[in-house]
Nanobody, 114 residues
């Protein structure tokens, strides 16, 4: 079993930055692609970033150039650095490891508002 815990969310003004963390336990997630998703109220869950086991990254067009996904294999943690945040980035953010797709954390709330 793998457990994922997201953290780092909060309230930030437009143009601000946050770094989200996805800490894993129970399995070594460095062997798996890991995705960050977000879900705003009334919206479907959207995948915003992916990092492969080799470190290759993919971003949704809506966050490209502003968000950066990275991993620290020693800490078994994946990060999402979010810069130049916009009100439309407001959502609950979740991480998910592709090899254990059934495992979801509780998410972390990001609110971008002045």
């Amino acid at each position: 079993q793998v457990q994922l815990v997201e953290s780092g969310g909060g309230l930030v003004q437009p143009g601000g930055s946050l770094r989200l963390s996805c800490a894993a336990s129970g399995r070594d997630i460095s062997i798996s692609a890991v995705h960050w998703y977000r879900q705003a109220p009334g919206e479907e869950r959207e995948r915003v970033a992916t990092i492969s086991s080799r470190g290759n990254t993919i971003y949704a067009d809506s966050v490209k150039g502003r968000f950066t996904i990275s991993r620290d294999s020693i800490k078994n943690t994946v990060y999402l650095q979010m810069n130049d945040l916009k009100p439309e980035d407001t959502a609950v953010y979740y991480c998910n490891a592709q090899a254990w797709a059934y495992a979801w954390g509780q998410g972390t709330q990001v609110t971008v508002s002045s």
